[in-house]
């Protein structure tokens, strides 16, 4: 070791430090993987290989399978609904939301999610709080079908409050190339599926928590049968499987998964330039979340659908909207025609502000 | 729309809100996305497709090349050495302490990276401190020759506070399942190479910024040529180029990629079963930076060792030792042999404490 010259400005501490009296709860750290392992390991499908001590996890493709795989890959996080999901003190369903934004991003141009890594950066390392957050993703991601492959969990006492914490996740799926969905397949016509959603998903919470700020999330506010807490609290839908299936059975062009923006911010992301479309909003029926927020914000009606997915959280694209429809309802899947793509250049949602209040 | 029972516990808010007065600042967002741009343009490789709508990248792994071939995918962040690039107002090089955390993970099993995707949590969006983290990433990624394919950057106003932030980065990587390295290609007689570190790289910080909590950063403190925070702030050197050429030109059995817990901690994990290994510490020489540290803190010798690489960030377990490190040269990478696997059962760090002060 190479001794640079004493010196005297260099404080020095009272008593030698370690990296354990810095503050690294290395037993905590031990707890965690030994909490999270059973977890990860239901998730694990047919590709799974473990890993060479840790440093990366091994999945295999076979390559026999894929003449010309495409690789997708999608990263994202939960925004703030992880501060209802602390206002609220229940951890284990913010990780299927973190696998939902992710798998359904991955399905988008028709890639089958393969494997998810999750980050969770907390400020203070509480296994069980960790295990719970964990539990959750391994939840999501055997909806899904893919494995949780591996992740990192990041203590920062100096950037987070002891019980705050946020979460990644991040996903690879595949697809064949000439089977990949999107713009190209789209054409005047082609009818508008929605998919419902199970209420805010993980978008849209910025407002959500400026709404119900001075509100009590244990009242049900109107709601019935649950408290306005577990309605924004309840995990988003997963659809990657119904689509996938869909793309399998039926003539899908292309996918929209519903999130920031709602659908007048996304459906336009999947249309070739020259098209547009028609939503037709009466159709929709939204979960009483949203009247609630809407009532207690005065949150304009424009506003709530530029916001909010307000009732589907997945848009189909298809050549027949019918059979798809039934496709879908025969899987249980709520699902209506919703629209039509014409050559109208720009998305319109049709009925707005009729038939209410 | 179901509309619940209007309900008088309801408080509601005087003005109508909307997802711009709830905070959320859209104009931010785009002129994030119109920054980084041209930061995630220029890490482009052959495979990246784009994406459909940004809902998820599209990377092209050619199927006729790959005969059976192997995922590699790591998630990994950079500790609190945020915090030191927060104390010093810079942050456009903590993003390539993230990519060769990550990238450096992939290469441990023989994969070449492919991509990576990076997640950015921020208390408040400044969209030029957004593009001086994401220059960073894209630095990264060039030099380890892989694409920065997508990634999210989040707002959370209640989470961290408003000049904070967290990083995160997720990569794929690719090896044919026979080329994997690991532990099962280690023998008894095998060189242990290690490959010069630039200082801390992205681990022990906890440690590093406990001890220097009182000091100076912009003081040099014997280090001459650089500042104390200059030295913790050093970029971690990216090693899977060199790497990955060592493995095509000359026998490679593993790798160890040195993180958190040292070589004491890492080297461990490549090792098969009953085998061991003997690291000669004299053979090193730590960057100055360390013994600085270790005298502010009084920091024991082998806590020095078991918390940060003291000088090597990468080691490669060869058949030849020489040849290795001839090769690493020849490519103006340090490297020398510093130890030999054997059948111990265990690592051992030889000459400690020996020869100093």
Known sequence: MTTPPPDPRTAGSPEPLTYAAAGVDLAAAEAVVARIRPHVERTATEGVLGSVGGFGGL?????????????????????????????????????????????????????????????????????????????????????????????????HPGVLAADSYDVAGFGVGVVERDALLGPQRVSPGDAVVAMASTGLHANGYSLARRITEGMDLDDDHGLRLQSLGEALLRPTRIYCVDCLDLVANTEVHALCHVTGGGIA??????????????????????????????RAGRVPDDEMWRTFNMGAGMLAIVADGREAVEHL?????????????????????????????
């Open 265 to 294: 911010g996304n459906l336009p992301r999947v249309l070739p330039a020259g098209l547009g479309a028609v939503v037709d909003t009466t159709t929709f029926t939204p979960p009483m979340v949203f009247e609630v927020l809407r």
């Open 329 to 357: 309802r025969g899987r249980d899947v709520d699902a209506w025609v919703c629209g039509g793509v014409d050559t109208s250049g720009r998305v319109r949602l049709a009925g707005l502000g009729q038939g209410r209040r």
């Open 59 to 155: 999945f295999a493709l076979p390559g026999r399978r894929w003449r010309n795989p495409v690789l997708v890959s999608a990263a994202d996080g939960v925004g703030t609904k992880i501060e209802i999901a602390r206002r609220m003190g229940r951890h284990d369903t913010i990780g299927v939301d973190l696998v939902a934004m992710v798998v359904d991003d991955l399905v988008v141009p028709g890639a089958k999610p393969l494997f998810l890594l999750d980050y969770i950066a907390v400020g203070r390392l509480d296994p069980a709080a960790v295990e719970q957050i964990v539990a959750g993703v391994a939840d999501g991601c055997e909806r899904a079908g893919c494995a949780l492959l591996g992740g990192e969990t990041a203590e």
